[in-house]
């Protein structure tokens, strides 16, 4: 059974810090992974998709790798701004069949003037 | 605008009764999916359908129903068989070929 686990749970750094988020998963079969933000009592928004067969994808000040073989993957946001305290999500996506995802339970980020 | 809705915002159920969250999209999408999240949880699946008329169950689908008549639209009822309600709701949508799931605001179901 896929399990999906994000470390740290929450997090609190001053603004403008390089930071780097976690998302382990117990099965290397994935389809693919989606790292995805939620603002308070709010839905999520997809950020990055990374298919398994790449390493890593960047937008902004994001990039998020891969590692499939350790079942790993991190997402790196380069000078962070208060507009980025959110949770953020990690789900994979198993291999073959409908969109079904497996969510970590998050973590959440503030980041402070 | 193209988008996922969700009504209503807040829901609040009394004992034994049912409830019933509406979703709707007006993406085009044909699959659609149902999600509760626990404080400090992931998204854990409840239903989901991959086409008009079809749907099936997710990992914690007892005590919910759905129902997939239109294209646009997949309600979600809360049975008096749920015995621990309380959470917010998400729906979401993806398109054929589409990785991403888009998410709806959500529902908070409080019980009185």
């Known amino acids: 059974k896929q399990e999906v686990t994000q470390i740290p749970a929450a997090l609190s750094v001053p603004e403008g810090e390089n930071l780097v988020l976690n998302c382990s998963f117990t099965?290397?079969?994935?389809?693919?992974l989606q790292w995805f933000r939620q603002d308070p009592g709010k839905g999520l928004t997809s950020l990055l998709l990374?298919?398994?067969?790449?390493r890593e994808q960047t937008s902004g000040r994001l990039n998020a790798s891969l590692d499939k073989s350790s079942g790993r993957s991190t997402l790196y946001i380069a000078a962070s701004q208060p507009g980025d305290s959110a949770t953020y999500l990690c789900?994979?996506?198993?291999?073959?069949?409908?969109?079904?995802?497996?969510f970590g339970a998050g973590t959440r980020l503030a980041v402070h003037p | 605008d193209g988008g996922i809705t969700q009504s209503p915002k807040y829901l609040f159920r009394k004992e034994g009764q049912n409830v019933t969250l509406s979703c709707e999209q007006n993406?085009?999408?044909?699959?659609m999916y149902w999600y509760r999240q626990d404080p400090g949880q992931g998204l854990r699946l409840i239903y989901y359908?991959?086409?008009?008329?079809?749907?099936q169950k997710g990992d914690i689908a007892e005590g919910y129903s759905v129902s997939r008549e239109k294209k646009e639209s997949f309600p979600l009822t809360v049975t008096s068989a749920q015995k621990n309600p309380t959470a917010f709701y998400l729906c979401?949508?993806?398109?054929?070929?589409?990785?991403?799931?888009?998410f709806g605001p959500g529902t908070r179901l409080l019980v009185l």
């Open positions: 993406l085009n999408h044909d699959a």
């Open positions: 099965d290397s079969a994935i389809y693919n």
């Open positions: 789900a994979v996506r198993r291999g073959g069949g409908y969109n079904k995802l497996i």
């Open positions: 359908s991959q086409i008009v008329n079809d749907f």
């Open positions: 990374i298919q398994s067969s790449q």
């Open positions: 979401a949508s993806s398109g054929t070929g589409d990785e991403t799931q888009y």
